[in-house]
Each structure stands twice: as C-alpha cells, then as structure tokens.
T-cell receptor, first 113, second 111 residues
Framework: DTEVTQTPKHLVMGMTNKKSLKCEQH?????MYWYKQKAKKPPELMFV???????INESVPSRFSPECPNSSLLNLHLHALQPEDSALYLC????????????FGSGTRLTVV | GDSVTQMEGPVTLSEEAFLTINCTYT??????LFWYVQYPGEGLQLLLK?????DKGSNKGFEATYRKETTSFHLEKGSVQVSDSAVYFC??????????FGAGTTVTVRA
C-alpha cells in the first residue's frame, strides 16, 4: 500500500458546525502532515506529527485541532471556521529523515458557508 | 531562510514540444530537492527527487539535475503530451520535516 487516503473528498460546513477530516496511511511512515492549499497557490504547512507527537504547529488558529490517534491515522478537527478557511486540505506522510520525500493524499475540498 | 523560486507561468505548449521549467533555491546546508506535480482536482504527486549535488532525478520522461554551483534544479521533458497538463511545484527540504515550495508553474499542452 503506497497511498495516503483522505476522507471525505468534499465537505461543506456552516460556520457553527463541527466536523473532522481523516487521513490514513499504511506505509509505516512515522511523520504525518496537514497542509492547506488555496487556489493557484502552493501548499502551506499547518501541522507536523512525528512519532505520533505534535512537533510543529505553524501558528494555526485554534479552530483547527489536529489529532494523531496512532501511527497510521491523522485527524483534523474543525470548529467555528470562517469562509476564508475554504481550501483544499492535504494530508501527507513521510519516513523520518531528510530527503525521503512526502506522499500526499488527494485532499479534502472544504467549503465554509 | 530556505526558499525556492520557479519560473512564472502559465506555460502553453503544443504536443511533442520541449518543456523546461526553471527552479533555483536558497538554503543553508545541503537540501534535498523535489519536483511535485498536481493534476486538476487532485493532490500532489512526487515526480522526481535528488538528494545531493550532481544527482539526476528522472521519471515519466521528466529529468532534473541538482546543480549546487548554480543552486538550480530545472525540470525538463523532451516531448510533452496533453496528459502532462498540470501544475508543477519545485520544492526543497533542508531538515527532517519542512518542505519549502515554489509558487508553482501551470503547464497546458495543446493537441
């Protein structure tokens, strides 16, 4: 299995809703990432988990809450989002160590109304 | 800090034309370099990579060579197809986790 699987593929939520994005990989990668990508822009790093512990938070607002329940799963909990949070949310994983390259999922297209 | 500069798009080509996308970087130490491709409506796919000077990465007819003297990692393909239409991102990694991306270059190949 050489894939990162993200669900759902599309999500529409209201500003008062609570929802979660899910990411799963079975490649044995011990680093997992959340990125946010706006249209026609490169991905922006949000969070990094290393060995299931949060190692990098790129000053992301608290309405985004990551969780890594085990080495294969990564969640992103969403609450009280704003319309400007609408974007493609990408999950990625990699082995630990520079130069190994990331494997990205297909993303969740999030629309906040 | 670490940064990547790649040529502005969009780039429009005819099928079987030669494609070059320029990429230069600034980094401390010895970064690893990558090209990612994003097809419409999809996530990013690793196209090729190089981890040290003079390494050549290649995949699906695309090539790029890690040139430390010019701090460059230009992407080339000798004969493009319509299916190569996508956004291409140059990226570098200078530590264990962070991947720094260029702005992306949109390539459209016409039949």
């Amino acid at each position: 299995d050489t894939e990162v699987t993200q669900t759902p593929k599309h999500l529409v939520m209201g500003m008062t809703n609570k929802k979660s994005l899910k990411c799963e990989q079975h490649m044995g990668h011990r680093a997992m990432y959340w990125y946010k990508q706006k249209a026609k822009k490169p991905p922006e790093l949000m969070f990094v988990y290393s060995y299931e512990k949060l190692s990098i938070n790129e000053s992301v607002p608290s309405r985004f809450s990551p969780e890594c329940p085990n080495s294969s799963l990564l969640n992103l909990h969403l609450h009280a989002l704003q319309p400007e949070d609408s974007a493609l949310y990408l999950c990625a994983s990699s082995p630990i160590g520079q130069g190994r390259g990331y494997t990205f999922g297909s993303g969740t297209r999030l629309t906040v109304v | 800090g670490d940064s990547v500069t790649q040529m502005e798009g969009p780039v429009t080509l005819s099928e079987e034309a030669f494609l070059t996308i320029n990429c230069t970087y600034t980094a401390t130490g010895y970064p690893s370099l990558f090209w990612y491709v994003q097809y419409p409506g999809e996530g990013l796919q690793l196209l090729l990579k190089a981890t040290k000077a003079d390494d050549k990465g290649s995949n699906k007819g695309f090539e790029a060579t890690y040139r430390k003297e010019t701090t460059s990692f230009h992407l080339e393909k000798g004969s493009v197809q319509v299916s190569d239409s996508a956004v291409y991102f140059c990226a570098l990694s200078a530590n264990d986790y962070k991947l720094s991306f260029g702005a992306g270059t949109t390539v459209t190949v016409r039949a």
